[in-house]
């Protein structure tokens, strides 16, 4: 029995320090179905966006989606710390003869796990062994390891949210709040120089593109952070953009084609890579087709005209063109939305599934 926990121990230990390590300090996407981490997010988000869809008024329901991020990275810290001390706690019950007083059960064994790790270290039990003292100093740099990590995730998620969200924010001039493709363009019509405009924009959202994909991949809990302001969301901001260089390729002559192309391409990416890689917990299939009608796109067209762009004038080829292009993001981009809970925008979400 001794030998078998001291095992059952050891390998809790593993599990727990691969998590964080995979969580905390790997730079780049791992699998996360049978670690800590993605268990808590995953069950726990399933339940929180039920209680949270059962609010009264939208602005409650917003606040507590927003609640859930920040306070799941705070419950992670937690579960790592007792399923660390119950590891600890299995290793030290199986020493619990080269401890001084030797533990008389195993809820001593968890206590003076808890104080080694946690390094409080009363002195009510000393170990006296080789085996038993290089237990307990692992269990005290393995603390302070923990503490130290966890800081600095805090601080790296804040980093790239603020990042994410500081663009997001800045689009509601031109896109509106939510955002829409179409009004994007509209607006950067008035300007003197709009093929310039439309340029500059595009080159800023291909670059927060790229930069999302990887701290998102890296850090998936960052999927869970919401805007601070209301209709903002960073899913319907970059299908807004994808939409606005999507018309720009499809249905209007001249303007950034080429910056439009490249930023339509890894904005494509963005949302093919997320929902690949987290396939297990959007678990809507993506739709096929663009998922907008005829007619919004005709409407669209005609919002564009009156804003002063030269469109491609077969309207029938310019749909056809266009809906195999959007087919390519609007399906995953929608279950991202439906997973999130995310405020539908324009072309964004099926504009059913949130009550409010």
Known sequence: MPVLQALIGVAVVG????????????????PARYRPAGLLTRWTWRIWRRYADASRSPELREQRLGIFAPAIVMILLGVWIVLLIVGFGLVMHALSAEVRPPLPDFGAALYFAAISLLTIGYGDFVPVSGLSRAVSVAEGSVGLGIVALTITYLFSLHSSFE???????????????????????????????????????????????????????????????????????WVSAIG??????????????????????????????????????????????????????????????????AAGYVLVPDADASWTEFARLRAEYAGPLNAIARFLDVPPAQWIGDRSYVPH
């Open 163 to 233: 990042r994410r969200e500081l663009q997001v924010v800045t689009l509601d001039a031109r896109a509106g709040a939510p955002p829409s493709g179409t009004a994007l363009l509209v607006t950067c019509a008035a300007f003197d120089d709009d093929a310039e405009e439309l340029d500059h924009i595009f080159e800023e959202w291909e670059r927060w593109s790229a930069e999302v994909l990887e701290s998102h991949l890296a850090y998936p809990i960052l999927m869970f952070f919401r805007s601070t302001h209301d209709h903002e969301s």
């Open 15 to 30: 599990w727990v320090l691969n998590d964080v390590f995979t969580t905390v300090i790997l730079p780049r996407p791992a």
């Open 240 to 305: 807004a953009v994808l939409d606005a260089a999507t018309l720009m390729l499809t249905t209007v002559e001249g303007g950034p084609q080429g910056q439009a192309s490249a930023t339509r391409g890894i904005g494509t990416h963005l949302v093919e890579d997320i929902d690949r890689f987290f396939r297990f917990i959007v678990r809507d299939r993506p739709l096929e087709g663009p998922m907008i009608e005829r007619g919004e796109f005709d409407d669209a067209r005609a919002r564009l005209r």
